[in-house]
């Protein structure tokens, strides 16, 4: 079955304390994305990456960091998390840029 | 830079009444267009897409919406509103795959269905 695969689900940290949060796809797709949805914010695109070892910025980066060494999988990394940053996570993926994007289950992270 | 407005953050119809959730978005070039739905507690599923051709786009679950150029919109309607199409819409604009292209998505629009 095609799908996009995010762990956990939940999470709930401390300030400061390192963590990250996988997501893999299994459909050969050459584009991922994370997205953190707040309320009466929609979602809003924190990395992409086009291709391997090919990342970049979205729309609110501080504060994470990706990678993307196999195709597959686009973990995003919060190395010292903040309150602020609790919030519902989505990863995504896409044939390419631009294309209708296939997103996971969401992980829902909360920071004290 | 692009960008999608949907006014309001909620919608109430009564089931078997008429649903119209309303998009509208700026591009600077011909967009892709999509409208995009969110069940509780699950991540974002296609509802449907614009990218060329035909302006009238069906998608599932009897939803379908029209692309106006000339008004820049692409609302979201269906004829008769059942229960389990209570949830959040997002509309979405990307700018045809072209480099560096992402889709950007507006704030979202609950739905809720009364009985």
């Known amino acids: 079955e095609a799908q996009v695969t995010q762990n956990p689900r939940y999470l709930i940290t401390v300030t400061g304390k390192k963590l990250t949060v996988t997501c893999s796809q299994n459909m050969n797709h050459e584009y991922m994305s994370w997205y953190r949805q707040d309320p009466g914010l929609g979602l809003r695109q924190i990395y992409y990456?086009?291709?391997?070892?090919?990342?970049d910025k979205g729309d609110v980066p501080e504060g994470y960091k990706v990678s993307r060494k196999e195709k597959r999988n686009f973990p995003l990394i919060l190395e010292s998390p903040s309150p602020n940053q609790t919030s519902l996570y989505f990863c995504?993926?896409?044939?390419?840029?631009?294309?209708?994007?296939?997103f996971g289950n969401g992980t829902r992270l909360t920071v004290t | 830079a692009q960008s999608v407005t949907q006014l309001g953050s909620h919608v109430s119809v009564s089931e078997g009444a008429l649903v119209l959730l309303r998009c509208n978005y700026s591009?600077?070039?011909?967009?892709?267009l999509f409208w995009y739905v969110q069940y509780p507690n699950q991540g974002l599923q296609l509802l449907l897409k614009?990218?060329?051709?035909?302006?009238l786009v069906k998608g599932i679950n009897g939803f379908e919406a029209e692309f106006k150029k000339s008004e820049t919109s692409f609302h979201l309607t269906k004829p008769s509103a059942h229960m389990s199409d209570a949830a959040e819409y997002f509309c979405a604009v990307s700018d045809r795959g072209g480099a560096n292209s992402k889709l950007t998505f507006g704030k979202g629009i609950t739905l809720s269905v009364r009985p």
């Open positions: 614009y990218t060329t051709g035909a302006t």
């Open positions: 995504a993926s896409s044939f390419k840029g631009g294309s209708p994007l296939h």
């Open positions: 591009s600077s070039v011909p967009p892709y």
């Open positions: 990456s086009m291709n391997v070892e090919v990342t």
